[in-house]
């Protein structure tokens, strides 16, 4: 068991393929029967590929648990999902940056980092293995910031080759909530997608990017060269990477947490599985409904902690396309509970550039006009469920249904460009887990 502070705690690792490290499934398991457990608590982070970093999530928020439970009667193990995510080294997390006294430490003269920092490009290469020319092309773009389109154009060729996968790929069938097809930001113009993502990142309050002069980051808008657009470029670059954690996310939770979920139904029958997810952890957690055997019964709750993905995944029929419904229209029926969906307003990581990175080529939307039809279910709910919930964080937890908990009241801290994204760590959270799950309750 890992150094996690609730306990009993497990470990379960996946590959980007979602095949599960057999070993850490097979202790689960036995753990589950041994532990004579009632209730098991299965997370998955969103955007984080520091396997220590995800034990530090998942320490910070399991902690309020045990005083949580007031009530003897139920015995809860733990369980952290570990899959192959990817964080950009610049976006501020509460609680997670480096201490007061490290920024101190930093002589204010400094030169600024590269666009690239060896961080972030270690990280790019375990993500995107065998893809090394592809970076040092990149790299080498961000941080000259040629004053030309043709740059532009080649930029945007080599992100979308960087995150390109075999086309017999299981992620293929993972990309997209609702509607199928590539995203626009990668196949439309590219210095009109620079532009977008750099008025994006002035009105999300972002300053100078790693590696930029303050005086290109004061150059107006429009006017002034086009080097001023090479901060909406690495946004690109973000979103890009994003899009395809985002379709591994499906994949991971279909092909691998599904089916370990449905052994653990066989191997202890009477365990009460709750998941919750994070970011594209929630994008996972809600496929796993979709590849669990049809005989298993065992998830009673699912809670979205700032799910980074459609708003209307669990509808029946899409308010602009009545002949389709999302992507995971139904899943929700195999929950023996509630499907709970945190949201807050301070999001801007959903709010912002989510609509912006998830509208599809060749839809007829404006890039100014993609928030509601591209809107992600951690900015603003459950959309277009009918039956579905609306209440505010206190308020009592539906026991059945999908229901949205607007919790903007403690989901509300964090720096451009991502604003609140990753402030989930909070006892008021933890509680929706454990009353959404009616976990000590008879």
């Not at 790693?210 to 005086?215: S, V």
């Given at each position: 068991m890992a150094g996690v502070g609730v306990k009993p705690y497990w470990e379960l690792p996946f590959d980007a393929d979602g095949d599960v490290a057999q070993r850490q499934r097979d202790a689960l398991l036995a753990g589950a029967v041994r532990e004579r457990l009632t209730d098991l608590v299965v997370f998955s982070h969103g955007w984080?590929?520091?396997?220590?970093?995800?034990?530090?999530?998942?320490?910070?928020?399991?902690?309020?648990?045990?005083?949580?439970?007031?009530?003897?009667?139920?015995?809860?193990?733990?369980?952290?999902?570990?899959?192959?995510?990817?964080?950009?080294?610049?976006?501020?997390?509460?609680?997670?940056?480096?201490?007061?006294?490290?920024?101190?430490?930093?002589?204010?003269?400094?030169?600024?980092?590269?666009?690239?920092?060896?961080?972030?490009?270690?990280?790019?290469?375990?993500?995107?293995?065998?893809?090394?020319?592809?970076?040092?092309?990149?790299?080498?773009?961000?941080?000259?910031?040629?004053?030309?389109?043709?740059a532009f154009d080649e930029f945007a060729r080599l992100v979308r080759e960087l995150i390109a996968v075999p086309e017999d790929s299981p992620d293929l069938r993972h990309a997209t909530d609702s509607g199928d097809g590539t995203p626009g930001m990668l196949t439309d113009d590219a210095l009109e997608v620079c532009e977008v993502l750099t008025a994006a990142l002035r009105s999300a309050g972002a300053g100078a990017w790693?590696?930029?002069?303050?005086?290109v980051e004061r150059q107006p808008l429009f006017g002034g060269g086009l080097t001023r657009v090479w901060s909406g470029a690495h946004e690109l670059l973000r979103q890009g990477c994003y899009y395809a954690i985002k379709r591994r996310?499906?994949?991971?939770?279909?092909?691998?947490?599904?089916?370990?979920?449905?052994?653990?139904?066989?191997?202890?029958?009477?365990?009460?599985?709750?998941?919750?997810?994070?970011?594209?952890?929630?994008?996972?957690?809600?496929?796993?409904?979709?590849?669990?055997?049809?005989?298993?019964?065992?998830?009673?709750?699912?809670?979205?902690?700032q799910g980074a993905f459609s708003h209307y995944a669990f509808a029946a029929q899409l308010p602009f396309d009545r002949a389709h419904g999302g992507a995971l229209n139904g899943v929700?029926?195999?929950?023996?509970?509630?499907?709970?969906?945190?949201?807050?307003?301070?999001?801007?990581?959903?709010?912002?550039?989510y609509p912006l990175a998830s509208k599809l080529a060749g839809d007829a939307t404006s890039f100014l006009g993609v928030f509601d039809r591209w809107g992600a279910v951690g900015f603003d709910g459950i959309q277009a469920v009918d039956g579905a919930r609306r209440i505010r964080l206190g308020e009592a937890v539906p026991a059945t249904g999908c229901v949205s908990v607007d919790a903007s009241a403690v989901v509300r801290r964090g720096g451009p460009p991502v604003g609140a994204h990753s402030d989930i760590c909070h006892p008021e959270l933890a509680r929706v887990v454990l009353e959404a799950g009616r976990i000590g309750r008879d």
């Open positions: 984080n590929n520091d396997k220590s970093m995800a034990t530090r999530l998942y320490t910070r928020f399991f902690e309020p648990f045990p005083e949580l439970l007031v009530d003897g009667r139920a015995r809860v193990g733990y369980v952290g999902v570990l899959w192959p995510a990817l964080r950009f080294t610049d976006e501020p997390i509460p609680d997670f940056d480096p201490s007061p006294q490290a920024r101190a430490d930093t002589p204010a003269e400094a030169a600024p980092e590269p666009a690239l920092t060896d961080a972030l490009r270690r990280q790019l290469a375990v993500a995107f293995p065998g893809r090394d020319l592809l970076l040092d092309r990149i790299a080498q773009l961000l941080a000259e910031r040629p004053d030309a389109r043709s790693p590696g930029e002069t303050a005086e996310a499906g994949t991971v939770g279909r092909l691998g947490l599904g089916p370990v979920l449905g052994k653990l139904a066989d191997a202890a029958p009477a365990v009460r599985v709750h998941l919750v997810g994070h970011s594209f952890g929630g994008r996972l957690v809600s496929y796993a409904l979709s590849g669990l055997p049809r005989s298993a019964r065992n998830v009673k709750s699912v809670t979205l902690l929700q029926r195999r929950i023996d509970g509630p499907l709970v969906a945190c949201h807050s307003s301070h999001d801007d990581a959903l709010r912002t550039f």
